[in-house]
């Protein structure tokens, strides 16, 4: 254990703090990194150099190299620096590097140095310069503030979503700040700088003095600001070496140190973990290196710092070994130190692993530890430990320990005795869950994978829980770190749509990029690995294929593609048009048929899409749909190209109806006859005639007798004329149209009934016989309630008719003389169920005497 805690550094009572090698840096570096300008990602991330910044010479061979590297100094990609000056680099939530210039373009390259794209900060920046610029990140997305030559503000809380914000000037500012950073409160992005020992808030409409709670009036002048991972926690250094730290929010102190050290700080970060209490910032010099928190000490690192630099007051035996210039890179639960041969990581000893590890320890993680360990060795140690914690009854606590410490520790060995450790107490527990100790396993075989030099991210077990597996995932994909990336989700056994799958899409357009092989080949392979794997889409892979300018290999590609309505949106974005809409009508889906045919109508002349659409009938029968509800003339166009006479009569009878005048109407008609006679149509021709004919006879009625005839039926027409007692006029259009003259009575006795003429029809059913009988005068006389009138013609009905007539005009007697007449049973029930005994029984006796005759015989 003493071995153990040799590097922890007390910092106060309860904090311990510990600075251990992630990797040995190969990078070969010469320069001092103050010399380059500098840019590590968060949570592992990578490195970006830019070398010879300084340089303003423009030969090739001094031309500052932009270079991108592993966290364990492996160089993924480099590139001569062409562009503009550049004031600083940062890095983006999704690991995009952004390379901010002087004249405030601002460009996005990836992790391989390929350009993406770029944006400016607005048109101020180019006449006065960008002087500073921060990168920050906010529930909005990765922003970006710039300070200008004018001494202004300006900044963007989303890149992805452009929207830039100039903040208030500050009064009277003719210099530079001393130092500013960038908050959030309530959601809203605010600068906060210094200008000597005078602190401005700049929001989006004002600019306030502030003065943080419980500073020193003798602090001084501001030199250095730092605010936390998290945005919650600010941090300022002062030039009689006063730091004072509280909530961003400017309203809590949290502590306050004197280090008594004047020079200005290269850089001051914070280091804290989540859910400790200690609060502290990590402050560099050249060399020296400082961890001041909630204490009266402070922890120190640095070659030999002389005497003048670290007074005497502050000399103390807690040190970090730091041999060379470093640059800081803060990160959720600790520091990361870069220099040109170490990657190192400073941060607080989390509470179990201080708990099992600390000298002198009689917590139950620290006695389940001795205990695994006096087992191994055989020792009956192992059982009085086991005794002690179980007397406690604190042995689920110990084992909860271990497991937790297991995943704090870099070091596998380390990792394994506690897992050890735990697992053996799990022995001695009825009913432990296993789900942490699995999980914890699971977990740090994924970190130790990643960790691997040549993978180089050096990920804490808090970073992993707080990135998840699916960011991990995604930043392996993005380093084309594909074998991995697939083996961590088998063996995490993710559901293939999260995981598998999307890797292996990734995969395929990254393949698709590739040069160097033949269509076919890479659209085989990449079909040959991919399958039928669910989520997977080949359009989407089809569609960077043809971003990349490979259309024939895009077009392979969808050939594998399912989904027709996938392939078809693709096809038609490649002009490959004849394609789409076979697609589109082999899918059965009409609305994408719709689709690839207005796209081709807008596309082709009008010949070349009528004689497309010909040798596909499936798109020419819908397209011919469209046209009849949306462009009524394309479809003339449409029948004539086809010598269909038949449908273009038909056309010319449906135009006809949109004409307003009479003479409009009736020249579209004869044009529809001439179509019929050559469609050899004789019926519809003859049909059409006689609506010309009565068009222009309702014309003439209209015009003799000032009413509406015009659109009106033949029957209607008829029949309007009868009630209006044109009798000669009807009687005209009866000839004249061949009425049939079943159809005429029919028509003139409903007029006739309608009108209340019952005279006139009386005079009708006597003009010859009825050649609809004389039943239909009963019952429409019955229909209009004049049952006097319709008993005039109820002996006139023929004898198989007559029963029913005499019902309907109520002669129940003459009704039953009829029945018994014709000795028809089935009548005689009929007029019995109409009869009432209180007012008909004598008609009832009669009928029933009657039937009992019929069924003796």
């Known amino acids: 254990m003493d071995c153990y805690t040799a590097n922890w550094n007390p910092l106060g009572e309860e904090a311990f703090y510990r600075k251990f090698e992630l990797y040995t840096m190969e990078w070969g570096l010469k320069e001092d990194l103050r010399d380059c300008l500098v840019a590590a990602a968060p949570y592992g991330g990578p490195i970006a150099l830019l070398k010879n910044n300084a340089r303003k010479e423009k030969s090739p061979s001094t031309r500052p190299l932009l270079e991108i590297y592993s966290a364990s100094g492996l160089l993924l990609a480099s590139i001569p620096w062409k562009s503009g000056q550049l004031v600083q680099l940062g890095w983006t939530a999704s690991e995009d590097l952004l390379c901010i210039q002087e004249d405030g373009t601002v460009l996005i390259y990836n992790l391989f140095c390929e350009f993406k794209r770029h944006f400016s900060m607005g048109n101020e920046v180019l006449q006065n310069h960008v002087l500073e610029a921060k990168v920050f990140h906010t529930e909005y997305g990765t922003g970006v503030a710039i300070l200008t030559g004018a001494h202004r503000f300006s900044l963007t809380t989303n890149i992805d979503d452009l929207k830039l914000r100039r903040m208030p000037e500050v009064p009277g500012l003719q210099k530079p700040p001393s130092c500013w950073a960038v908050l959030t409160q309530d959601r809203v992005t605010i600068v906060l700088l210094a200008v000597g020992q005078d602190l401005y808030l700049l929001d989006n409409t004002s600019c306030s003095v502030v003065t943080p709670p419980g500073m020193s009036p003798s602090a001084g002048a501001y030199l250095q600001m730092a605010v936390s991972f998290n945005y919650r926690c600010l941090a300022l250094f002062t030039d009689t070496g006063y730091i004072w730290m509280g909530l961003a929010t400017l309203k809590d102190k949290l502590c306050e140190f004197n280090s008594t050290i004047r020079s200005p700080p290269k850089q001051m970060v914070w280091c804290t973990r989540p859910r400790s209490r200690q609060r502290a910032v990590v402050v560099a010099w050249d060399r020296q290196l400082m961890v001041a928190g909630d204490s009266t000490e402070c922890i120190r690192a640095g070659l030999q710092p002389p005497a003048t630099f670290f007074p005497r007051a502050l000399s103390g035996r807690h040190r970090f070994v730091l041999d060379e210039d470093s640059y800081l890179v803060p990160e959720p639960d600790g520091v990361r130190i870069l220099s040109r041969t170490s990657h190192e990581f400073l941060h607080e000893i989390p509470e179990a692993s201080q708990e099992i590890f600390k000298i002198a320890s009689m917590a139950p993680g620290a006695l389940l530890l001795e205990a695994q360990k006096e087992y191994e060795k055989e020792s009956q140690k192992a059982d009085e430990y086991l005794r002690e914690i179980k007397d406690q009854k604190l042995l689920p606590e110990a084992v909860s320990q271990c497991i937790e410490a297991a995943g704090y520790e870099h070091e596998p060995e380390t990792q394994k005795s506690l897992l050890r450790a735990a697992s053996f107490g799990k022995c001695f527990i009825d009913k432990f869950p296993p789900e942490s100790f699995v999980r914890m396993c699971q977990d740090l075989r994924v970190l ?60 395929a357009c990254y393949k698709v990029q590739q040069k160097d092989k033949s269509d076919e080949e890479v659209a085989y392979a990449i079909n040959q690995k991919l399958g039928d794997t669910p989520g997977i889409s080949y359009s989407e892979i089809a569609a960077r294929a043809y971003d990349c300018g490979r259309t024939e290999l895009a077009i392979k590609l969808l050939e594998y593609e399912p ?225 006097y009138e319709a008993k005039k013609y109820a002996p006139r009905v023929t004898p198989e008719q007559r029963v029913k007539a005499f019902i309907l005009v109520g002669d129940l007697e003459q009704a039953a003389d009829a029945a018994i007449e014709h000795k028809n049973e089935a009548e005689m029930n009929l007029v019995l169920s109409k009869c009432s005994a209180a007012t008909d029984s004598a008609v009832m006796e009669k009928l029933n005497r009657a039937r009992a005759q019929l069924l003796k015989k």
């Open 448 to 507: 130790n994978s990643i960790r691997d030099y040549q993978i180089g991210i050096p990920l804490t077990f808090t970073q992993y829980k707080r990135l998840t597996v699916e960011v991990l995932l995604d930043r392996l994909v993005l380093r084309r770190l594909y074998p991995l990336a697939i083996r961590i989700c088998e063996y995490l056994r993710l559901p293939e749509i999260q995981g598998v799958s999307r890797i292996l899409a990734h995969w």
């Open 563 to 787: 989904r027709s309505g996938e392939q078809v949106p693709l096809l038609l974005k490649m002009k490959r048009s004849k394609l789409a809409l076979s697609k589109a009508i082999e899918s059965g889906d009409t609305d994408l048929v719709y689709t690839v045919v207005l796209h081709l109508k807008n596309e082709l002349n009008r010949g070349t899409f009528f004689m497309t659409l010909q040798n596909q009938p499936v798109a020419l029968s819908l397209y011919r749909q469209f046209c009849k509800h949306q462009e009524r003339e394309t479809l003339k166009d449409l029948y004539n190209q086809d010598d269909n006479h038949q449908e273009l009569g038909n056309f010319h009878v449906h135009s006809s109806y949109s004409e307003k005048r009479i003479e409009g109407r009736v020249g579209a008609l004869q044009n529809a006859v001439d179509e019929y006679y050559k469609a050899k149509n004789e019926f519809a021709a003859k049909a059409t005639e006689d609506q010309i004919k009565l068009l222009r006879l309702q014309r003439h009625l209209q015009e003799d007798f000032d009413k509406p005839y015009l659109d009106l039926s033949l029957h209607n027409t008829v029949s309007t004329l009868i009630q209006d007692g044109h009798h000669k006029k009807a009687e005209q259009l009866y000839r004249d149209f061949k009425i049939p003259d079943k159809r005429y009575w029919w028509l003139k006795i409903s007029a006739l009934a309608t009108r209340g003429d019952w005279e006139e029809m009386e005079k009708f059913s006597k003009s010859k016989k009825s050649p609809i009988g004389y039943l239909p005068f009963v019952e429409i006389a019955v229909k209009h309630h004049n049952r």
